[in-house]
């Protein structure tokens, strides 16, 4: 499984973004997708997730009513829609794909599958 996300850039605060990530043809139909993210010095942190099967999608308090996630079930491709985007969201973001539970979804370690990250710099 292949995964390559795209869409970073610089943005002022309260400024949008969207970020991609698209699949490989091959990965698997049950396979939940998720973004997480990593601050220069900071542990790399749950941002969102959609559960495949179910529809239903995650959020880290710190993004709720900012950030949607959403599929584009065809193109087996998820989407970071950031609104409201504030200076403390500046890090690398990272799509994930694995098989979770939903005890599962916002832990890192349950996604085997990574994409090469990519930046998002908000400016103050």
Not at 4 to 28: P, T
Not at 30 to 39: I, K, L, V
């Amino acid at each position: 499984v292949q995964l390559q996300a795209s869409g970073g850039g610089l943005v002022q605060a309260g400024g949008s973004l969207r970020l991609s990530c698209a699949a490989s043809e091959h990965i698997s139909s049950d396979y939940n997708r998720a973004w997480f993210r990593q601050a220069p010095g900071k542990e790399r942190e749950f941002v969102a997730a959609f559960r495949w099967s179910t529809g239903n999608t995650f959020y880290a308090d710190s993004v709720k009513g900012r950030f949607t996630i959403s599929r584009d079930n065809a193109k087996k491709t998820v989407y970071l829609q950031m609104n409201g985007l504030k200076p403390e969201d500046t890090a690398v973001y990272y799509c994930a794909a694995g098989r979770t539970i939903v005890s599962t979804v916002r832990r890192a370690a349950s996604y085997p599958y990574w994409g090469q990250g990519t930046l998002v710099t908000v400016s103050s």
